[in-house]
């Protein structure tokens, strides 16, 4: 299989190549040429196989071009070595739970996936660059992912003050290593812009290398999918009533994923895009335009996103018709305030803790869901991630001290000279 650009369907590239370059020219982004669709047994005995087994067979049609299926087996094993539990929270409602891996958000999974798949393809060869931009969850998870991969160097900018102590603390912690994590004065949006404009800088580009970590990058999209696979199985082991699926959405690299994984056949009712107040994607499912605009603070800071860098693959995915996305895909906007109450609530009535992001999606899942329907909404990080909201909520929580002494930090302004002084 080829990895095709969103820009230009001419440029083809291996997986290897999509993998290694993290973007395609002009700033498309690299999607499957064609998406392969299960057998129809595959679901009729998903019970009977294990999170591995699905796991490989539904990534080996994308890779095998680039990797063979035992080296897929064993970079899948490193990815998949903690569970993604879907939990009952009230009535029909459902967490699937992706924070159990160690910087304890669903990124670990696309981290530790790109990272295996970096060291799988670098043998050898000099040294890479990654530059990747954080709101919080992904620089912690690319840490952890990369910290000590041989061959690789990570620079990853966060926004300053913006992100919560303790994935400041994930990003920093890693002193004396591969791993450094650098402190822009602005906001997530202009993070990301500063890794545009030096992925565009082809003299940079050949001098170190670079490569993307965000979720531009397809080795974070695919492995995304497989906890839809995991929950679909989950649920059928005890209903079958059609499923909805609310996610937590930011740059819309989780919720692409899942319309990938219902392309090749799971059978998810509808997805619905949980957005906070950045609600660039809940205003293009009402007007059918597209309006990108800064971002704004929330508590759940890691969906402060005020251009998705994913919009252009959904684009891709649904032909640019704003009435397929409709048909598949409900959105909703949520305040910080309600974000508040359903912590709250959730905890006092059903005992089970959110973190905003979380609550985000479970407020979105309630409005949407027929009677007839069980809902899910992805818990993408752990509420200890985020104690500093939870406690604005449920005040009784204890508090957790997070120790930044010991922590190696680099601070620039909000401009691509100093970005360049550092790299
Ligand atoms: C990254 C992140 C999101 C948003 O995910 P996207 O794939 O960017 O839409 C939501 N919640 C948490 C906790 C995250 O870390």
Redesign the pocket.
């Given at each position: 299989m080829k990895f095709i650009s969103t820009k230009n369907t001419d440029e083809k590239v291996s997986f290897r190549e999509a993998v290694l370059k993290g973007m395609a020219i002009n700033k498309g982004l690299f999607m499957p040429e064609i998406i392969p669709v299960m057998e129809k047994n595959f679901f009729s005995k998903l019970g009977n196989l294990s999170d591995l087994d699905i796991a490989t067979k539904v990534i080996y049609p994308f890779v095998e071009e680039s990797i063979a299926q035992n080296d897929l087996l064993e970079i899948l094993k490193k990815t998949l070595s903690f569970p993604t539990p879907v939990v009952h929270v009230a009535g029909r409602v459902y967490a699937l739970e992706l924070f159990h891996g160690p910087t304890q958000?669903?990124?670990d999974i696309g981290a530790r996936f790109m990272a295996g798949c970096f060291s799988h393809f670098r043998n050898n060869q000099k040294k890479a660059t990654i530059l990747v931009a954080t709101?919080?969850?992904?620089g912690s998870a690319v840490a952890h992912g990369f910290h000590q991969v041989d061959g690789v160097e990570v620079v990853i900018l966060f926004p300053k003050g913006k992100v919560s102590p303790y994935q400041e603390y994930q990003m920093t912690s890693i002193v004396n290593s591969n791993i450094r994590a650098i402190e822009v004065d602005g906001t997530f949006d202009d993070c990301q812009a500063l890794v545009k404009q030096a992925f565009a800088d082809k003299a940079l580009n050949q001098q170190l290398s670079l490569s993307s970590a965000n979720?531009i990058n397809i080795a974070r999209l695919l492995p995304q999918m497989l906890y839809y696979f995991f929950a679909w199985k989950q649920i059928r082991q005890f209903s079958s009533k059609p499923i909805v699926i609310s996610?937590?959405?930011?740059?819309?690299?989780?919720?692409t994923a899942g319309i990938i994984a219902k392309r090749m056949g799971l059978p998810i009712e509808r997805f619905i895009a949980a957005n906070n107040i950045n609600n660039t994607f809940t205003k293009y499912m009402e007007t059918g335009r597209y309006m990108p605009k800064p971002s704004v603070s929330t508590y759940?800071n890691?969906?402060d996103?005020g251009a998705?860098s994913?919009f252009e693959r959904l684009m891709h995915l649904f032909g640019n018709n704003p009435d397929a996305i409709r048909n598949e895909i409900h959105s909703y906007s949520i305040d910080d305030e309600h974000t508040l109450d359903e912590i709250r609530q959730v905890y006092k009535s059903h005992n089970y803790k959110l973190?905003p992001?979380g609550a985000v999606g479970k407020i979105c899942l309630t409005k949407d869901l027929n009677v007839n329907e069980l809902g899910v909404f992805l818990e993408?990080?752990h509420p200890q991630k985020f104690n500093e909201v939870v406690r604005l909520a449920i005040p009784m929580l204890p508090d957790s001290e997070v120790d930044l002494s010991g922590c190696a930090k680099v601070s620039i302004g909000n401009n691509y000279m100093d970005l360049l002084k550092i790299l």
């Open positions: 958000a669903f990124k709101s919080g969850d992904t979720s996610v937590p959405s930011g740059n819309f690299g989780n919720l759940s890691a969906m996103v998705p994913n973190d992001h993408t990080a």
